[in-house]
T-cell receptor, first 115, second 119 residues
Framework: AQTVTQSQPEMSVQEAETVTLSCTYD???????LFWYKQPPSRQMILVIR??????QNATENRFSVNFQKAAKSFSLKISDSQLGDAAMYFC????????????FGKGTRLHILP | GAVVSQHPSWVICKSGTSVKIECRSL??????MFWYRQFPKQSLMLMAT?????????EQGVEKDKFLINHASLTLSTLTVTSAHPEDSSFYIC???????????????FGAGTRLSVL
């Protein structure tokens, strides 16, 4: 069975600094997606970034980038130039490609931004 | 981007009553919708997968008769919590997949969630 592990329940970062959130996963499949979702206090789930497992190049979205290590089954999220609006719960997630749509979420990391 | 509307955003009900939560895809057709439950400070747990025109597929441990799911159209899925009890109090979130996009390329869009409080 696939599992997603986020070992950091909470993290804090100074505004304008860089922070990295960790995520590891376990799967025997070779084709899958990995995601980082953001859940702010409003609780609306927002897709931050997506990575296809077959792509070696790390995905980037403005200040957000990932470090995808397929062999190590690691998928960390780096947030550069942290802003107060980045404060939220961040969930790492996994989904098989070309199969059912079930998304498996990690337990989340709560990110605090210090002014 | 695609919008998923969830209604109501918050509902308070008495123990023993039933509550219906709606999930609508506003600008796309959703063959498949998903229902999640989120306890305070915890992750999202998939309850069931709802396919238009067919029975929902429930995850292990989720009571089918307790959580009734109907997906009668390509833009609407409903979750009914029957005979609600205080332990059913939780945050319920739906998501939807755009049927026009292939499974490989699709993205799930999430509703804003419904907070259910059972007294």
């Amino acid at each position: 069975a696939q599992t997603v592990t986020q070992s950091q329940p909470e993290m804090s970062v100074q505004e304008a600094e860089t922070v990295t959130l960790s995520c590891t996963y376990d799967t025997s499949e070779s084709d899958y997606y990995l995601f980082w979702y953001k859940q702010p206090p409003s609780r609306q789930m927002i897709l931050v970034i997506r990575q296809e497992a077959y792509k070696q190049q790390n995905a980037t979205e403005n200040r957000f980038s990932v470090n995808f290590q397929k062999a190590a089954k690691s998928f960390s999220l780096k947030i550069s130039d942290s802003q107060l609006g980045d404060a939220a719960m961040y969930f790492c997630a996994y989904r098989l490609m070309n199969r059912d749509d079930k998304i498996i979420f990690g337990k989340g990391t709560r990110l605090h931004i210090l002014p | 981007g695609a919008v998923v509307s969830q209604h109501p955003s918050w509902v308070i009900c008495k123990s023993g009553t039933s509550v219906k939560i709606e999930c609508r895809s506003l600008d796309f057709q959703a063959t498949t919708m998903f229902w999640y439950r989120q306890f305070p400070k915890q992750s999202l747990m998939l309850m069931a997968t709802s396919n238009e025109g067919s029975k929902a597929t429930y995850e292990q441990g989720v009571e089918k008769d307790k959580f009734l799911i109907n997906h009668a159209s390509l833009t609407l899925s409903t979750l009914t919590v029957t005979s609600a009890h205080p332990e059913d109090s939780s945050f319920y979130i739906c998501s939807a997949r755009d049927r026009k996009k292939s499974i490989a390329k699709n993205i799930q869009y999430f509703g804003a969630g419904t907070r259910l409080s059972v007294l």
